[in-house]
């Protein structure tokens, strides 16, 4: 049972360039969530899922997408990469409004 | 503004001591209140869920909610250098998603 695991742990990116960043959960969750995190912002919620085959905005959505590939995983994009999308990023999942579960996180560099 | 705030510290305590975290929130519909610990470079873990007014216990660790005042706390007692992460404080909202709103977290040093 590992949980919440995402790919990659870090990466380095060009400004302009393109990555998707992979969530996979076991815990059979319906609900699935991208979060970053910035020196003293706390988490702030990118995208979310509540169920297989819904994504809904959350408060910082811009230049980001995001695909619920199916109950087990949720893929965040960015499409053109800008320096202010360095950041750490988490994945996390929960079931039914209880506690979020959250993977190791993906650390970007945009230069 | 942001709807949940926590005292941004840092705070600092000796060993031993009891140190506590405090965390507002302005969705007076929101049922459900998480403290997280987040050591550096790692990500947040839980250590405290509330759900009701009172106080909830567990081990060195008693979370309380006033839903009146729209307050949460984590008390730590005899804090120990290992309890020296930064703590999020986070509300599950009363919206149709239900997600969850976090502080931006206080940094929490216990010196031996």
């Known amino acids: 049972n590992a949980g919440v695991t995402q790919t990659p742990k870090f990466q380095v990116l060009k400004t302009g360039q393109s990555m998707t960043l992979q969530c996979a959960q076991d815990m059979n969750h319906n609900s699935m969530y991208w979060y970053r995190q910035d020196p003293g912002m706390g988490l702030r919620l990118i995208y979310y899922s509540a169920s297989e085959g819904t994504t809904d905005k959350g408060e910082v959505p811009n230049g980001y997408n995001v695909s619920r590939l199916n109950k087990r995983e949720f893929s965040l994009r960015l499409e053109s990469a800008a320096p202010s999308q360095t950041s750490v990023y988490f994945c996390a999942s929960s079931e039914a409004g209880e506690r979020e579960y959250f993977g190791p996180g993906t650390r970007l560099t945009v230069t | 503004q942001k709807e949940v705030e926590q005292n941004s510290g840092p705070l600092s305590v000796p060993e031993g001591a009891i140190a506590s975290l405090n965390c507002t929130y302005s969705?007076?519909?929101?049922?459900?209140f998480f403290w997280y610990r987040q050591y550096s470079g790692k990500s947040p873990e839980l250590i405290m869920s509330?759900?009701?007014?009172g106080d909830k216990e567990d081990g060195r660790f008693t979370a309380q909610l006033n839903k009146a005042s729209q307050y949460v706390s984590l008390l730590i007692r005899d804090s120990q250098p290992s309890d020296s992460a930064t703590y999020l404080c986070?509300?599950?909202?009363?919206?149709?998603?239900?997600?969850?709103?976090f502080g931006s977290g206080t940094q929490l040093t216990v010196l031996p």
């Open positions: 986070a509300g599950r909202g009363s919206g149709s998603a239900r997600q969850l709103t």
């Open positions: 969705d007076r519909g929101s049922q459900s």
């Open positions: 509330i759900y009701s007014n």
